[in-house]
């Protein structure tokens, strides 16, 4: 029995594992892509996704102010995921260039700005010519993604998006990568719940990989989004 004929119809109540089973059965003539930023949530969904024997097209963003413990975890997931195909969307603008034409630590004097050219602009283009867009935002992530569903039109960029994960927080994601043995980001038990650029990534002390919060990125300002789920509706 197919899939669709057994779950014509998810909701909140839908188990995660199910809800996933679904998107493949549903958007399986769709170009689908799972974007990942290899935070501890999105090494969990690409497992989720492989335990249904979908090979989905995985897209991080190298915004080439990655920690290098990011770019080791990369390549494990590369490594233990090989039926998927991981691509790098990330701009082509390098830090040089970029200081060039923008002066020196833009992240710092416009983190806005930086975060426009290093992350949503290139979203747009990995997004370009997909149907479906899988990520591994959850609503205990912070007030401006509380609300987010599961499935949903995306305005921003213009896309189905779907959020597996939406009604997960941090100690069950941590219970899952320990369960089915998932490769993480060690600096998860450095005390950084959330990882992302060099510059805008600090550690929280006390944090541990079962806390989530966002108090370490952009400690210098009142910022606490990249951008990349700030939808702007018409």
Request: one cysteine or more; a neutral charge.
């Amino acid at each position: 029995m197919s899939i669709g004929s057994t779950l014509d119809r998810v909701d909140e109540s839908t188990p995660t594992e199910q809800f996933i089973a679904w998107t493949v059965e549903r958007f399986r003539n769709r170009r689908l892509v799972i974007t990942t930023s290899f935070g501890m949530e999105g090494c969990a969904l690409i497992d989720m996704y492989a335990a249904q024997g979908a090979a989905p097209t995985v897209v991080y963003l190298d915004t080439m102010f990655l920690f290098p413990e990011t770019y080791a975890l990369r390549d494990r997931m590369v490594q233990r995921y090989p039926l998927m195909t991981f691509v790098n969307r990330g701009t082509s603008l390098t830090p040089e260039a970029q200081e060039a034409i923008y002066g020196p630590e833009l992240w710092q004097r416009n983190p806005d700005q930086c975060c426009h050219i290093r992350k949503v602009e290139p979203m747009r283009g990995a997004l370009s010519g997909a149907d479906v867009w899988v990520t591994a935002v959850t609503r205990s992530q912070g007030t401006l993604r509380s609300n987010m569903p599961l499935i949903a039109w995306d305005w921003q960029y213009q896309i189905v998006k779907v959020c597996p994960l939406a009604n997960w927080d941090r100690p069950r994601v941590w219970q899952y990568v320990r369960d089915h043995n998932v490769p993480y980001n060690e600096l998860h038990e450095r005390g950084y719940p959330s990882i992302g650029c060099t510059h805008c990534t600090a550690r929280v002390e006390g944090a541990l990989p079962t806390h989530y919060t966002r108090a370490g990125r952009w400690r210098e300002s009142e910022k606490t989004e990249c951008g990349l789920h700030s939808e702007s509706r018409p």
